[in-house]
């Protein structure tokens, strides 16, 4: 297995955006639902946003209407469009299948929000 490979994080003020890529192997990108996680040190991984393969999206209640989700199959790629960054969105972000498969974790891509 190849583990996805996360990336476009990085720090930016207060109400700034990042779109991050999240580019899976077929196997794992032709699951019916993709998802991103993101984990803060001392807590607990949690479910950010999940979209299945038919274009149904879902999102935690902290990041709706700021975040998006959405995939190109020609490139086994998933993106986050986030907007309206806040400080509490500082996080390493992941992609996965979702339930999430245990050897698909990648090395994630940090996203720091601050001034």
């Known amino acids: 297995q190849v583990q996805p490979v996360e990336s476009g994080g990085g720090l930016v003020p207060p109400g700034g955006s990042l779109r991050l890529s999240c580019k899976a192997s077929?196997?794992?990108?032709?699951?019916?639902?993709m998802s991103w996680y993101r984990k803060v040190p001392g807590k607990q991984r949690e479910v950010v946003a999940t979209?299945?393969?038919?274009?149904?999206?879902g999102y935690r209640d902290s990041v709706k209407g700021r975040f998006t989700i959405f995939r190109d199959n020609a490139i086994n790629t998933l993106f986050l469009q986030m907007d309206s960054l806040k400080p509490e969105d500082t996080a390493a972000y992941y992609c996965?299948?979702?339930?999430?498969?245990?050897?698909?974790w990648g090395q994630g891509t940090q996203v720091t929000v601050s001034s």
């Open positions: 077929g196997s794992v990108f032709s699951s019916n639902l």
């Open positions: 996965n299948s979702f339930p999430p498969l245990a050897d698909m």
């Open positions: 979209l299945s393969e038919g274009g149904t999206a």
